[in-house]
């Protein structure tokens, strides 16, 4: 049986383009995720890894789909391989049920792994240029220290849930613990 697997990263993307191309390659299901695909613990792939039988075949419209890091995409072709299927990228023209299939794919998702590392390097060295320029970056405090120790005196003296200080505060109850 081949069995489709698509992916995008969050809900306002959308699979169409990935489910017809796995369709027109024969899916006979497709199983798809809207989650980053960082993200290991994926319930849709959890479910095809659950079912996949020997003689299957797994499609993915591109191997990125599949995984973002190259040990995990190892890994997860690596457990359809020991259950007895094969992998296929329809983008990159993979297919690991094939000798040839198998290097390319190992040389393509060492690329990609040297790719997003080159851009994490170059994401670091212009956060670290824009700090020795004095500029901080990141997300500014949900919480002033002024709000934390109020949150605290909350808790502590009028012993207010958490989830109550959250509300108060329109954070979430993990900001509140955090603090």
């Known amino acids: 049986m081949i069995i ?3 992916r995008v990263s969050t809900d306002n993307q959308n699979l169409d383009a990935q489910t017809d191309a796995l369709q027109a390659a024969g899916a006979e299901r497709i199983f798809s995720d809207k ?3 960082s993200i290991r613990k994926r319930p849709e792939l959890d479910k095809l890894l659950d079912q ?3 003689g299957d075949v797994i499609v993915v419209a591109k191997y990125d789909r599949l995984a973002r890091s190259l040990r995990d995409l190892l890994d997860i072709v690596e457990t359809i391989k020991d259950r007895g299927a094969g992998f296929r990228s329809l983008a990159e023209d993979i297919d690991t049920t094939t000798p040839a299939g198998r290097l390319v794919f190992h040389v393509f998702a060492s690329i ?3 790719e997003r590392e080159r851009i994490s390097e170059r994401t670091r060295e212009g956060l670290q240029a824009a700090k020795a320029r004095g500029r901080v970056g ?3 405090p949900a919480l002033t220290t002024a709000q934390k120790a109020e949150a605290r005196r909350m808790r502590d003296d009028e012993h207010r ?5 959250a509300r108060l505060f329109k954070v979430s ?3 509140v613990r955090r603090a």
């Open 35 to 37: 989650v980053s695909g």
């Open 112 to 114: 990609a792994q040297f």
């Open 138 to 140: 990141g997300r500014p």
């Open 173 to 175: 109850e993990r900001t």
């Open 4 to 6: 489709g697997y698509a």
């Open 161 to 165: 849930s958490i989830s109550e200080i």
């Open 52 to 54: 996949v039988r020997p």
